[in-house]
């Protein structure tokens, strides 16, 4: 099978999960996890390892094959969309960062299951350099999507000097098994995701382990073993800020979809007419909708595109066009949240009802929406510096 012929079944996979994971998105919210069942079709469709290494059992697949697969499962349920975009961005990441050492101890025992999941910002951490690697004395992280089911882990631990001043950012990696899964993630939307917290406490992280994040921002990674494929030089950073907003495509495109199917049997009432989709305000209202949904479809898919486009060039994306990946990635949130307002709105109040469609995907977006990496504020402002001769705020980017 050709790697065409192979992106193309990955889509389908996903495009044929799709009803079952909405008759599912009740149980797997109320679970506050991702149902056993959702996770065996997710794995046999191979949709964790869309951007895993072949040599490790994945497809290498591109970015743009990775939206396309994150949207549509998205488009199923929220929580399902949000586990397959942050467990198989991990892929990319761990293979990037690492060294073929460290690929070969996650991989080499038994490959088919390992799933990956992390936190890059840790809310405490408490850490020390000694011979042969760190000992993390205590670290807290929060919002540690997939760790219900991962088998791996990808952590940010940040380095500070005498005077408490941050020096370096350590990317590190470690079984799941030497970490302790909190019950916290009791929340307003994407709860099927069980994104608890973790903790660390005494553990031994080894230097082939640990790699710097500030080196790796700017494309230099350790693993030498995997320089020949495009794939693996794709920007780190607003590679991960694209997983977190895709979902949220997903999630409005199936807002759209159950507004139109719906509509044709809704009656008005003082509207004018007998039918609500005989109005002008809901064309106009639909219309606006869909139109803004397709705005952010092309602000996403162009960060894909130029993010592939760069990885196949040969040469790592420059800072500039990193920072304006962002503000398309901040922007297309805005649109998104826009477009869902404007549905609701031509809704009625019926949406308010537990256990209705609208609901759950107002919830699930609002609850994406807030991350503060996606806030179309600060990429908007971000960019706007770099465009007006300015240095970006975001530093490290």
Known sequence: MTKVMEIDVLLQRAREMVPGLRERAKETEEMRRIPESTMKELKEAGLFKMLRPKKYGGFEADMKTYSDVVVEISKGCGSTGWIVALCAIRELMVAQSFSEKTHLEIFGQNEEDVLFAGVYEPRKCLARKVDGGYIVEEGFWMFCSGSLHATWGYFGLPITDENGKLVDQILLTLP????????????????????????????????????????????????????????????????????????????????????????????????????????????????????????????????????????????????????????DIGYANQLLKEALDLLLLGSGSGYVYEGHPLQRIFRDFMTLYSHRSLSPTVTKENYGRVLSGLESNAIRY
């Open 176 to 327: 799941f098994n030497e970490m302790e899964i909190m019950d916290d993630w009791y929340t307003m939307g994407l709860r099927g995701t069980g994104s608890n917290s973790v903790k660390m406490n005494n553990v031994f992280i080894p230097d082939h382990r640990a790699t710097s994040f500030v080196e790796a921002l700017e494309g230099s990674f350790q693993s030498k073993h995997l320089r020949s494929i495009p794939l693996y030089n794709t920007a780190l950073f607003p590679a991960l800020i694209l997983s977190l907003g895709l979902p949220g495509l997903g999630l409005v495109k199936h807002a759209l979809e159950f507004f139109q199917e719906v509509l044709p049997n809704r009656k008005a009432v003082h509207m004018g007419v007998d039918y609500i989709k005989d109005a002008a305000s809901t064309h106009a209202i639909v219309a606006d909708a869909s139109l803004k949904i397709d705005s952010a479809s092309m602000h996403f898919y162009r960060v894909a595109d130029e993010l592939d486009k760069w990885a196949e060039s040969g040469k790592y994306m420059d800072r500039h066009e990193r920072v304006k990946a962002l503000a």
